[in-house]
């Protein structure tokens, strides 16, 4: 087992791996921007190091800087959380080539789902259904327009190297092709310095349904259930849930067998996620995060298992030491991502965090790197806390987080609790009815409220 993790991260996740680490008795080593200097993931890590100035490109993406950062403190492996280089394959090799474990799969699995295109192609292969669409980058406008007039109407631009819901644009008439597609180039070019596409069908009322994999190193696979992620904005997950309201028990288990025989063909190791969308009864395969994911803990709080101790297990090498028939799902569990964002605009707000109350009680967990006095840097992303509630049954749930959102003062800041207590209280959503669309045709109606 390792002796000392760096991890390659800020804000909550980073705490959350600081919490995991200590629990196994691993020393931790933070790294941090200028900006970040009194940030809790700092305070509360063993060591410390500064990698470099406030904008993200400088400090967190900044490689060198955090392989030094390891070496000098001794560390022996890399945890990278999500976002920044937890999917950067060339990152996950060069912690690699530098004696280190980078806390993750492989860098060629990682290379090989990075790329949408080679990642729709391995799930084809490996016996998953994916959504119908061309199967390679496009070449032209010309071929774009042949290809969106032979599967029909609407249909969706996507960037290769896509995340984050980024290089994304919808067509529904065959007017709007020439524009959007050199929209979703440009944005492709700015975001991910790649700018090939790929179209496909764009499904009208679809949810999004993902499921959490673990793989050890000697083939043993196990699949943690389901998370319904249709709550979004912009193609951004709002809140998220397990089980989903909208699988019957006959789907979810045939899922969740189609996704552990897929991730046994293509040897996946350590931690994943594979992601749906899902229609009319049919699941297709949209893409495979090769990481942590954000909406993890409600995965935790279902099934009792630390999957942030499991990545790290894994990762050392050990079995995983229980198979899929082990694994028991009791209740059910919901996430709010809450944002410093005015959560009628959206717009970011950042500054200093006043009174800072959280909640509290039986099955009630929120994950957050804030206290009273912080000061929120303007630099990343605007996700400061999340609320996850467990409850025997999906009312039961619904009720205590109700009570929970009530329970939270966050002053000094906007934050989306607001928005959260709108939602919630919403007869569709109560009543599980919502798609991946519900959100942005609902917040309308939520507002006048
Ligand atoms: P990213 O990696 O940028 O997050 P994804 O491929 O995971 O991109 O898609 C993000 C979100 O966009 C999905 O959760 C879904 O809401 C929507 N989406 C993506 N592809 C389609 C599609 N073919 N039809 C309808 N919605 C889609």
């Known amino acids: 087992m390792f002796d000392k993790i760096l991890i390659a991260n800020r804000g909550e996740i980073a705490l959350r791996i600081h919490r995991a680490c200590k629990e196994m008795g691993i020393k931790t080593v933070a790294v941090h ?85 080679s990642a729709k192609r391995a799930a084809i292969e490996a016996g998953l259904p994916v959504v119908p669409g061309t199967d390679g980058a496009i070449a032209s406008l010309e071929e774009a327009k042949q290809y969106a007039d032979h599967m029909g109407y609407p249909v969706v631009f996507k960037a290769t190297a896509g995340g984050g819901g980024k290089g994304m644009r919808v067509v529904y008439s065959p007017d709007q092709l020439a524009e959007a597609f050199h929209l979703a180039q440009e944005e492709a070019r700015v975001s991910f310095g790649n700018d090939q596409l790929y179209l496909e069908k764009y499904l009208q009322f679809p949810r999004h349904i993902e499921v959490q994999v673990l793989a050890d190193k000697y083939g043993e696979v196990v699949c943690l259930g389901d998370r319904d992620c249709s709550l ?100 059910h569990a919901i996430e709010c991502r809450i944002n410093a964002e005015n959560p009628e605009t959206f717009m970011p707000s950042a500054g200093k965090v006043g009174c800072w109350h959280v ?30 509630v467990t409850g025997r049954t999906r009312n039961s749930m619904l009720m205590r987080l109700h009570r929970a959102l009530d329970e939270f003062v966050i002053e000094g800041i906007e934050t989306t609790i607001p928005l959260h207590q709108k939602i919630i209280a919403h007869r569709e959503f109560i009543d599980g009815q919502y798609d991946i669309h519900w959100l942005e045709r609902t917040l309308p109606h939520l507002k006048q409220d």
Do not use: W
């Not at 288990?253 to 991730?263: G, Q």
């Not at 350590?270 to 009319?280: A, I």
């Not at 804030?370 to 609320?387: E, F, H, N, V």
């Open 359 to 388: 909640p509290g009680g039986l099955s009630v967990r929120v994950d957050s790197a804030l206290y009273s006095g912080y000061k929120i840097p303007p630099y990343y992303d605007s996700l400061i806390a999340k609320l996850i």
């Open 232 to 331: 979004q904005r912009n193609h951004q997950k709002v809140i998220e849930e397990t089980p989903s309201p909208a699988l019957n028990q006959s789907q979810r288990k045939e899922l969740l067998e189609k996704v552990r025989t897929a991730m046994e063909r293509i040897h996946y190791t350590n931690l994943g996620t594979v992601e749906f969308l899902f229609e009319d009864g049919r699941f297709y395969f949209l893409e495979m995060n090769t990481r942590l994911q954000v909406e993890h803990p409600v995965t935790e709080a279902v099934c009792g298992i630390d999957l942030v101790r499991e990545q790290i297990r894994l990762a050392a090498g050990e079995r995983l030491g229980y198979r899929q028939r082990d694994i028991r799902f009791t209740g």
């Open 33 to 117: 921007s200028t900006a970040d200097a009194d940030a809790m993931h700092v305070r509360l890590a063993d060591e410390a190091v500064c990698i470099g100035p406030a904008p993200a490109k400088d400090s967190y993406l900044n490689q060198a800087a955090i392989i030094s950062a390891a070496l000098i403190t001794g560390a022996d492996a890399i945890h990278p959380g999500y976002g920044f280089l937890s999917e950067n394959a060339d990152f996950a090799e060069m912690v690699q080539t530098h004696g280190l474990t980078f806390i993750g799969p492989t860098p060629d699995m990682i290379r090989m789902m990075g790329d949408k295109i």
